[in-house]
């Protein structure tokens, strides 16, 4: 099975940044995509940054210019630089990545880290 420990998340004010990790632990043959989730209170999870296996990463417009999706295929980590931060970005982020194993080929989440923006 894999694992995945999410860290970074925590209290900012409007205007300041965070950086979230994703590390990726247990049995499995290769990481393919890693994606960056998030869910506000009352509203659906919504993808926020995909990091595919080979290209750039994709970003919803919202955060477009502010957010830096990146991984380190060495660490099995990725990581989601958040610069500029606004309140409406307060939300819970978690990871997504999918995992080549003995099982497959699966999706496994995150355990998600609270983001929380200050006006």
């Known amino acids: 099975q894999v694992q995945l420990v999410e860290s970074g998340g925590g209290l900012v004010q409007a205007g300041g940044s965070l950086r979230l990790s994703c590390a990726a632990s247990?049995?499995?043959?290769?990481?393919?995509?890693m994606d960056w989730y998030r869910q506000a209170p009352g509203k659906q999870r919504e993808l926020v940054a995909a990091i595919p296996t080979a290209g750039s990463p994709n970003y919803v417009d919202a955060v477009k210019g502010r957010f830096t999706a990146s991984r380190d295929l060495g660490k099995n980590t990725a990581y989601l630089q958040m610069n500029n931060l606004k309140p409406e970005d307060t939300a819970v982020y978690y990871c997504n990545v999918d995992v080549w194993g003995t099982f497959g080929i699966r999706r496994f989440w995150g355990q998600g880290t609270q983001v929380t923006v200050d006006p």
């Open positions: 247990g049995s499995f043959f290769r990481i393919n995509a």
